[in-house]
């Protein structure tokens, strides 16, 4: 279990850790990244990948993929949906990895 905060961000923490997170964007209580891959099989790749941080950090993510491209999507369910430190970091992580 990680020790990262569950508690909710106001709108200003998030946009707050969103100026360390390239490409991320708040919208409707969630931050979201769109990764564009050359193949399909790169970006499976990058969701097994995703998958992997998200079972680490006990923290998942919506993912929607549309062949080369792949969506992320993060809010904390057991804090009403709302954006955590939690999400930040799986966001901080998943740039971390990506090589897009
Ligand atoms: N993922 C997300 N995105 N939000 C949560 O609140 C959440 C989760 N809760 N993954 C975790 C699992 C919880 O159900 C377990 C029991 O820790």
Request: aromatic share 10%; charged share 25%.
């Given at each position: 279990m990680s020790t990262f905060?569950?508690?909710?961000l106001n709108e200003e923490a998030?946009?707050?850790?969103?100026?360390?997170?390239?490409?991320?964007?708040?919208?409707?209580?969630?931050?979201?990244?769109?990764?564009?891959?050359s193949t399909f099989r790169e970006a499976m790749s990058f969701m097994v990948r995703?998958?992997?941080?998200?079972?680490?950090?006990?923290?998942?993510?919506?993912?929607t993929n549309v062949y080369n491209r792949v969506r992320v999507s993060l809010n904390?369910?057991?804090?009403?949906?709302?954006?955590?430190?939690?999400d930040a970091e799986l966001a901080r992580r998943i740039n971390h990895f990506s090589w897009i």
């Open positions: 905060n569950r508690a909710p998030v946009q707050q850790a969103l100026v360390r997170l390239d490409g991320w964007t708040f919208e409707n209580d969630a931050i979201h990244r769109t990764f564009l891959f995703v998958g992997f941080e998200a079972e680490a950090l006990d923290h998942h993510p919506e993912l904390t369910h057991d804090a009403d949906n709302k954006v955590t430190e939690l």
